[in-house]
């Protein structure tokens, strides 16, 4: 019997579960989480910090997935090294996961640009689900929110932010940042700034989070 270990965090885990279970019931499955969560569905982040949707709709699969589909869950632990030649994982408490197959369906991790402080509470990015829970528990005590933005893509989380009456400052190196947007998106930035929810820093960016 083989024992296949699967790292990921999102819908990829899922789909090498179905696949592999479609031919092989005999195997064994480790779904070693990257997130500490069961795998999710990212195009869902905006509506979660909205609330429009719950974390059961958030995750790929409900929980009893993993348990008719005869897989081991580990959500609680982390990698330290992977030796491929040795087949073997070793995680944070030191203890050794050895592997036939190991299935690597998305990547490591997402790495933070090299900022001094970058590691400070209250910082967050936005591909990982860990991170999206850690704003919707600030987000309700806090006023000002700072977004780092290179793309379309981080601005949708500025308007999540505007509605909730949360102050604004968007840094980007991109001047033309919001050409990016729809009419209907961009139309709502003009009274925004006027109000004084959103500030706009085109040519500065991060050098230090002091906190």
Not at 88 to 114: C, G, N, Q
Not at 123 to 146: H, R, S, W, Y
């Amino acid at each position: 019997m083989q024992k296949v270990v699967i790292l990921g965090a999102t819908e990829g885990v899922v789909k090498a579960i179905e696949e592999i279970r479609s031919t092989d019931q005999t195997s064994e499955i480790i779904f070693l989480a990257l997130d500490g969560y069961y795998p999710y569905n990212p195009n869902f982040f905006l509506e979660y910090i909205k609330k429009e949707v719950s974390l059961n709709q958030v995750l790929c699969k409900p929980k009893d997935f993993y348990e008719k589909n005869r897989v081991k869950v580990i959500l609680d632990k982390k990698i330290v090294k992977i030796s491929f030649k040795k087949h073997k994982i070793v995680l944070e408490d030191s203890e050794a996961m050895e592997y036939d197959i190991l299935l690597i369906t998305d990547p490591p991790s997402y790495r933070f640009p090299d900022i001094k402080g970058v590691q400070r509470e209250g910082v967050f990015g936005v591909k990982q689900f860990k991170d999206i829970q850690g704003m919707v528990k600030l987000a309700p005590i806090v006023e000002t929110i700072v977004i780092q933005a290179e793309d379309g893509d981080a601005l949708k989380f500025v308007f999540v932010f505007l509605k909730m009456g949360k102050e604004i400052v968007v840094i980007s190196p991109n001047p033309e940042i919001f050409s990016s947007l729809s009419l209907e998106e961009n139309n709502g930035i003009p009274q925004a700034i006027e109000e004084g929810k959103l500030r706009f820093l085109k040519e500065y960016p991060i050098v230090e989070i002091l906190g």
